[in-house]
């Protein structure tokens, strides 16, 4: 059983440009947790989201950002317009649990680097 | 909203010694769990040992073991016979209705 897939697993952007970080959960998964981890901090949660719904979205900058985990495929962090303070490494974990009740399981994370 | 500490930023150990790190949490929920990560230089998170809060017997792993202390809100992670491949950031986290992390805890291993 293949655990949680990210890709890429780095990422360069120049300022501007648009950013698409993709999570695949492990099978059975449907629910979808993005965190963001700051050089030097830890994890902070992004959103959490199930097929085709965001459920809690509350540690998403209001602007430039949005998630989606559709039907079919993996589920897609998109940063529009990147500045140099999104640079960071982005975690997606996947749980077969609803909420915040199941363990969750992470994934190796996106680098996305600013220039 | 819940909160949680790790007050050294960074600690060392020399092979084969022992070495706590510690985390404090704040919260007002009864019923929730506690974790310890280890996270490598391939920023890969792994879980190392978890404690659940209605349990007052405290978990261990190997050679990983937690000093939980409900009523305090600390939870501590204990490493003996520390070796090389423990090495790596420390990150405590809390689990209720949400997943709060700690800052990290370098731990370097001298051999």
């Known amino acids: 059983n293949a655990g949680v897939m990210q890709n890429p697993r780095h990422l360069v952007r120049r300022r501007g440009q648009e950013a698409r970080l993709r999570c695949s959960p492990m099978k059975g998964h449907s629910h979808v947790y993005w965190y963001r981890q700051l050089p030097e901090e830890g994890l902070k949660f992004m959103v959490y989201?199930?097929?085709?719904?965001?459920?809690?979205e509350s540690g998403m900058p209001k602007e430039r950002f949005s998630a989606e985990f559709p039907k079919e495929g993996p589920s897609i962090l998109r940063i529009q317009q990147v500045v140099r303070g999104d640079s960071a490494a982005y975690f997606c974990a996947s749980s077969p649990l609803a909420g915040f009740a199941g363990e969750q399981y992470f994934g190796p994370g996106t680098r996305l680097t600013v220039t | 909203a819940q909160t949680v500490t790790q007050s050294q930023p960074e600690m060392s150990v020399q092979e084969a010694e022992t070495v706590t790190l510690s985390c404090t949490y704040d919260t007002s929920e009864s019923d929730y769990y506690l974790f310890w990560y280890k996270q490598p230089p391939s920023r890969q998170m792994i879980l190392v040992i978890r404690?659940?809060?209605?349990?007052?017997q405290n978990a261990t792993e190997n050679r990983f073991s937690v000093n939980f202390q409900k009523a305090a809100k600390s939870f501590s992670l204990k490493i003996s016979d520390s070796q090389l491949g423990d090495a790596a950031m420390y990150f405590c986290a809390y689990r209720g209705n949400k997943l709060v992390f700690g800052a990290g805890t370098i731990l370097r291993v001298k051999s």
């Open positions: 989201l199930q097929k085709e719904n965001i459920i809690d």
């Open positions: 404690q659940e809060a209605y349990k007052q």
